[in-house]
């Protein structure tokens, strides 16, 4: 994913806020994507926020998009011990519907 | 529930070997994706199919070939493994709708070639 980039790792205390990084290259992206990778498992869809908006907020997870920067960020609110996992973010050109191109991971560690 | 599932969750191999990876879902999706993840270069896509014995290159093709003779079945064949095939390898399915249909995963299988 070089079109799509992330910093490898994150490490903050239970019931802290966290924020997961993304930076694209490509402006023609249509819909931005979070997903989850536990240990051992596949990868989970968190949330998805399409091109026009700038925020979404989920529960505890907010996504904030800013265009301009073609910076798109993962807030998780009261991070808990069951949230470490691999953090992807992802991306679907425009006109390329079934094709998503992922970001490096950022691996997410919660310390009790 | 949607459920994807992958023949194998360890594999080890000798290079020069042919390889088969296979996968199963059970939600009629029409697309299926075939994936590596290498630490550090996320997931890259291998190949794809829309559709019973269609596909498409994704942006990793070399080395690999695949077969989709059933709408449930996506297999990933390694003609000869090498060393540097070495990796997880995720297979996904999706329904042909739109953008916010989710790409759902298996659980992977951990390919070594020695």
């Known amino acids: 994913g070089e079109d799509v980039e992330q910093s490898l790792f994150l490490s903050v205390r239970e019931g802290d806020s966290s924020v997961i990084n993304c930076t694209y290259t490509?402006?023609?992206?249509?819909?931005l994507y979070w997903y989850k990778q536990e240990p051992g498992a596949g990868l989970q869809l968190l949330t998805y926020?399409?091109?026009?908006?700038d925020m979404k907020q989920d529960q505890r997870l907010t996504v904030l998009l800013n265009k301009k920067d073609k910076h798109l960020s993962l807030r998780i609110a009261d991070t808990q011990t069951g949230d470490s996992a691999i953090y992807f973010c992802?991306?679907?050109?425009?006109?390329?519907?079934?094709?998503?191109?992922f970001g490096g991971g950022t691996r997410l560690m919660v310390k009790p | 529930d949607v459920k994807v599932t992958q023949s194998s969750r360890y594999l080890v191999k000798r290079t020069g070997e042919k390889v088969f990876l296979e996968c199963v879902q059970d939600?009629?999706?029409?697309?299926m994706f075939w994936y590596r993840q290498d630490p550090g270069l996320g997931l890259r896509l291998i190949y794809f199919?829309?559709?019973?014995?269609?596909?498409e290159k994704g942006d990793i093709p070399e080395g690999y070939s695949v077969s989709r003779e059933k709408k449930e079945r996506f297999s990933l064949i390694l003609e000869s493994a090498s060393t540097n095939q070495t990796s997880m390898y995720l297979c996904?399915?999706?329904?042909?709708?739109?953008?916010?249909?989710?790409?759902?995963f298996g659980p992977g299988t951990r390919l070594t070639v020695l």
């Open positions: 996904a399915s999706r329904r042909e709708l739109g953008f916010t249909d989710t790409q759902y």
């Open positions: 490509d402006s023609s992206s249509t819909y």
């Open positions: 926020i399409f091109s026009n908006m």
């Open positions: 992802a991306r679907t050109p425009r006109g390329a519907g079934n094709m998503l191109t």
């Open positions: 939600m009629d999706h029409e697309n």
């Open positions: 199919s829309y559709d019973v014995k269609m596909k």
